[in-house]
């Protein structure tokens, strides 16, 4: 045979690929918003049959076994509340998040990486004080120069973010699906326009 010879065996419509659940915690809100806090179906499902969630919206699709047939989740809450860490983990995703995907020399959005701003060569470390998001052609531009040496300016200054800012920022950058019954738990909390 060719190919995984278990695909002909399962019978999951292509159709229910497509069908995450909304996670929130036990206070209604996003695990995370950005990446979106999402399961498959699958773990949604299994997740309200082991009572670990409430199911508060579904989807229009069914699965069904030999005894149940059972709605599709798409926004399940937690029993137990998820304590939120207070310390942001120093990574890249969490860098360019905090810099909201932009180079910081000179504004612009995609190719990115990042830049140390008093370079490694010159005893510049590794710290969310020290390094920026850049596009390739500032990085490349600065190197192992200063910042007044390569006759650059940062748009901000780098520090460590705080949790909190960090969600309100990826707050900004919704994901590419939103399901309609999402909504109004993903922008409950937003200030509302006077």
Known sequence: ??????????????SLRNH?????NADYR????????????????????LDRVDV??????????????IRIPSVVVLKDFVKPQKRVAFT?????????????YCGTRGDLTFDHVVPRARGG????????????RCNLKKGSKSLRQAGMSLCRAPRRPGAEELRD???KFPPNLLH????????????LEA
Do not use: H
């Not at 995450?20 to 929130?24: D, F, H, S």
């Not at 996003?30 to 049959?49: C, D, G, M, T």
């Not at 710290?127 to 850049?134: D, F, G, R, T, Y």
């Open 30 to 49: 996003p695990l995370s918003y950005y990446p979106l806090s999402l399961w498959p179906w699958q773990e949604a499902i299994k997740a309200a049959v």
């Open 125 to 136: 470390i590794t710290s969310w004080e020290n390094v920026v998001a850049a596009c390739s």
């Open 180 to 191: 309609e019954t999402w909504i109004d738990f993903l922008y409950w909390d937003a200030e």
């Open 169 to 171: 920022i990826g707050r």
């Open 20 to 24: 995450p659940a909304l996670v929130l």
């Open 92 to 104: 890249r995703f969490n860098l360019f998040l905090r810099d909201e995907f932009s180079c910081q």
């Open 1 to 14: 045979m060719d190919g995984d010879f278990r695909s002909s065996f399962v019978r999951e419509p292509g």
């Open 56 to 69: 508060v919206a579904e989807y229009d699709k069914v699965v069904r076994s030999p005894s149940r047939e």
